[in-house]
Each structure stands twice: as C-alpha cells, then as structure tokens.
C-alpha cells in the first residue's frame, strides 16, 4: 500500500523530508502547502502532479494518510492538534516549546488512534544504532562520560540554540539512556545580537554518577556535528559529518593507558532521514510506533525546559 502525504511548509526543511518521501516506494507526496508562492514554484518543478495550497485547512484530510509539518516552531501544536483527528502526523523538532502542549498532543493522538512522529533525525541514524548496542551489551565496561559539541546552524527566531541543537543531543541521550538527567544545569547567553540565545552549555547528571556535557552554538565558522563516548575501556568518537567513517573506536591498551587502538567498524550509513520515513511506514501498517511509546516527546521536552 502506498500511503498519501500533505507536506506544511517547503522552506529549509520540508524539502530535505519531501526528497526522502520521494524516494521511498512507500509513500507519495499527495500535497505541499507553503504561505510563499516562490517556495511552492520550487515545489512543483519536483512534484509537477502534486496539489499546491497556501493554507493548509485547505487539505482534504480524507485523502490524506500522513501530514508531515516543517512550518516555524510557534504553529506546531496548532496544526498538529488539527490533523491528528484525521491523520498519522510528523511535526519538526521541536514539536512544542511547552511540555503541557506536548502532553496534549500525545493524548490527542491516543483517543483519535492516530500515531504522532516527531523528526528528530539522529535517532535514525546508524551510528547512534551501533552506539546504543554498545551499551547495552556493556562491550566495553561502564559508560562513565559523554560529551557532545555541536555548533553551526542557520540563526532562527522562533527558538533557542537548546530548542534548535540542544533537542538532537537529549533526544539521542533519551534513545540511548531511557532515562532522564537527575541534574540539570545550563547556561545560556548570546555572542551576537540577535533575538534567541545562540550559546549554551550543558552539565547533565544521569543515575550512576554518568556526567554529560553539552555545547550548543549557531555562532562557529564550522559545522561541528561530535560526540564522545567515554567507557572504561574504550572511547567511542561519533562524528556526522564525516562521510563513511562516522564511528571511531579508540580502545584502551591497560585500565590506566593514555595509549589507544584505533578501529573502525562498519556501520549503516543510509541517511537518518530515509531511516525515518521507513520506521514511520512500518509504524502505520503495524499501527505501533515503538520507539515514541512511554512518553518519549513528553520527556525530551520536560529536559529542555528545564534547560
């Protein structure tokens, strides 16, 4: 079965999404809304037989199976609200900035039978997949530390730099840990005058005593995508913007050696993106969402806020 999508928004995101609906045999982009007449042109020279609206009440939401919503971060939980009487719905991260709406949204999807999705691309990714075996078969001992640094993105102003970088490292954190920080502390401030926060950073305190920094930044003359994994026998390096070799394992010689072994395994390097729409379209035909269930959304958010 090949499953109809209406696209809200085709500015910075919605495209990078509706290339990988394309190229799925699973899904066809029914309808794109977008409030910009240039960006709907755009729209049509790669979807010439899909339907063009600028308001997305527009849609008939009865030929529709899935609404996916790339619009600005303030009308998330008023579309999403909307569709999900009728629709399964992906919303961009975030999906609100206020943990009562988020809560809303979830029970909404629940009592219509509708599943709700949220793009948070990491995920999906196949090194975060090699990284979460690793620590559940505990490979390499004790997870003590992590760190993450992740700098450059286009500056928004309808959300923070924590909103914007900070919700990819603690959905990944909520992915791989199940479970959420017992301290939080962070600072925020602003390097350049512009209306949202584009610095932060983070000191994350999980259950056995697992310490977690994080730097959030728009503001960097390079696009930093790096996280470490530090465990008592080894240190695992994830970097997204490397091409193929992703995930670097550094092993440790002896317990207390600064020496180190380098290996580098073979991953799953199909985009996080395509990884997505396939998990949502075996979602919807198993009508189950797993990795959604017991308050994923609710949890993230309850982090940022704290934040």
């Not at 199940?178 to 005058?193: A, D, E, W």
């Not at 950073?201 to 960097?220: A, D, G």
């Not at 465990?231 to 600064?258: G, H, M, R, V, W």
């Not at 290996?263 to 919807?284: A, G, M, R, T």
């Amino acid at each position: 079965m090949i499953y109809k999508v209406a696209l809200i928004g085709y500015g910075y995101w919605g495209p990078k999404l509706a290339r990988n609906f394309l190229n799925s045999n699973n899904f066809e982009i029914s309808c794109i809304v977008d409030k910009s007449l240039k960006n709907l042109n755009k729209a049509k020279q790669i979807f010439p037989t899909s339907k063009f609206y600028q308001n997305h009440k527009m849609i008939n939401v009865n030929e529709i199976d899935l609404v996916v919503i790339c619009s600005p971060t303030k009308f998330h939980y008023e579309m999403a609200k909307f569709f999900l009487k009728s629709n399964h719905v992906l919303v961009e991260k975030p999906l609100s900035l206020n943990v009562k709406k988020v809560v809303e949204l979830e029970t909404w999807s629940k009592k219509n039978n509708k599943l709700l999705f949220v793009d948070y691309p990491f995920i999906f990714s196949g090194s975060i997949s090699f990284v979460y075996k690793i620590i559940k078969n505990k490979r390499f001992g004790k997870l003590l530390e992590i760190e993450s640094f992740r700098e450059q993105a286009p500056i928004r102003n309808d959300a923070n730099v924590v909103w914007d970088l900070g919700v990819h490292d603690i959905s990944i954190l909520k992915y791989l840990l199940n479970s959420n920080p017992i301290k939080v502390r962070g600072l925020k401030y602003n390097t350049v005058k512009i209306k949202m926060k584009d610095t932060a950073y983070i000191n994350l305190l999980y259950k056995n005593n697992l310490k977690v920094f994080i730097k959030n930044s728009w503001i960097s003359p390079t696009k930093i995508r790096l996280i470490k994994f530090k465990f008592q026998k080894a240190i695992i390096t994830c970097d997204e913007n490397e091409p193929l070799y992703k995930i670097k394992i550094y092993k440790k010689n002896n317990k207390n050696s600064t020496r180190y072994k380098l290996e580098i395994p073979d991953i799953d390097i199909s985009e996080p993106l395509y990884n997505l729409v396939n998990y949502i379209y075996k979602s919807i035909k198993k009508k189950q969402n797993p990795i959604f269930a017991k308050n994923f959304n609710v949890s993230i958010t309850k982090v940022l806020e704290k934040i």
